[in-house]
């Protein structure tokens, strides 16, 4: 015998197909839409990253452009502050001098340049019944108050000129015992670190490597910071 399917029961499973089926083709037209959307979100990004890469081309450009301006100018002024530059830095009476008497004074000058006077007294006991004077003149005067850190002011300016490309030579010259040694290294403590009383050398090389440094943080990508920017320092030391 052939088993009878009841006809209510046929025309319910029907009717769940159907509700099936329509829920199936609202699902799938929702993900088209979807898809859509999506593929016109892609194309808006496509189109401003375009828009980001210009100005950022654009905005490297202007940067380019506005260095080339600032090297130009920070080397014009050191040019009008004079291509030799001869500074004068007086040092502080030490404690096995301290019977040695402070002969010098620091008049104002009339001009750009500073002055520094030097005194002798009178001395009978040397044939001297007389005191003399001598009047000497600077690019700068630094006077035993003034720090490492406020010379190396002027010393830095030169160091960007530098690291702009410009050859700099910076000496220090006087007899023994005149503080060359301390203007321009430190005292000891400063080899382990800069400290108050570093000397030029090491914080010139200091400033050196800090910009170095900041010039690979300025592309923010890590690819590019090893092939950009690469250095190779040498450094001579002549006594």
């Known amino acids: 015998p052939i088993p009878c399917v009841p006809w209510q029961s046929q025309t319910s499973g029907q009717y769940q197909r159907r509700v099936h089926g329509e829920n199936m083709e609202a699902t799938c037209k929702k993900r088209d839409e979807e898809i859509v959307r999506l593929k016109l979100e892609i194309v808006d990004f496509e189109n401003n990253n375009k828009n980001l890469n210009v ?50 004074s620091y008049p104002q000058s009339e001009d750009e340049k500073e002055c520094i006077n030097l005194v002798r007294p ?13 009047d000497y003149r600077f690019d700068k005067v630094f006077n035993p108050t003034h720090t490492q850190a406020l010379i190396f002011e002027e010393i830095s300016q030169l160091v960007q000129s530098a690291l702009d490309g410009y050859k700099v030579c910076i000496f220090a010259y006087g007899q023994t015992g005149s503080g060359k040694t301390y203007t321009m290294e430190g005292p000891e403590s400063s080899l382990n670190g800069l400290n108050e009383n570093a000397g030029m050398i090491p914080r010139s090389v200091a400033q050196i490597f800090d910009h170095a440094e900041k010039l690979r943080n300025a592309t923010g990508n890590s690819s590019v910071k090893q092939h950009i920017w690469k250095y190779i320092t040498k450094g001579y030391a002549i006594s």
Request: with cysteine.
């Open 55 to 104: 100005q950022i081309t654009n905005l490297n450009s202007k940067l380019e452009k506005e260095e080339k301006i600032r090297k130009y100018l920070h080397n014009e002024i050191q040019t009008l502050k004079g291509n030799i530059r001869v500074f004068c830095r007086v040092r502080p009476v030490l404690k096995k001098e301290e019977n040695a008497k402070m002969c010098f």
């Open 122 to 134: 009178s001395s009978p006991s040397l044939n001297n019944s007389s005191t003399r004077e001598w």
